[in-house]
């Protein structure tokens, strides 16, 4: 289970479905920028396994990136999308 409210990224293995990401314009330094720059988590309601997470770039650019929890530890962002 994440404990998003006391999320650290360097304590997770992060992976990325770059090619889905690449379709919207967003590459894994996006996510990553969003992860340290703070961020709202909403649960899908259709996949436990699965959250919203929003939260904007470095500069300034708001996204919703979709992210898949594989494991205890480990996740996969594979999609997202400007706001």
């Known amino acids: ?13 992060i992976g990325f479905n770059d090619e889905k990401l690449a ?3 967003i590459n894994r ?9 703070g961020f709202h988590v909403i649960r899908n309601k259709r996949a436990a396994d699965r959250y919203r997470v929003l939260g904007r770039t470095d500069a300034g650019r708001p996204l919703e990136l ?4 594989e494991g205890s530890r480990k996740l996969r962002f594979i999609t997202g999308w400007d706001l």
Do not use: K, Q, S, T
Request: charged share 30%; proline share 3%.
């Open 1 to 13: 289970m994440v404990r998003w409210e006391r999320f650290d990224p360097d304590e997770y293995d």
């Open 66 to 69: 979709i992210v898949v929890v």
């Open 23 to 25: 379709a919207h314009g």
């Open 29 to 37: 330094y996006d996510v990553m920028e969003v992860l340290a720059n």
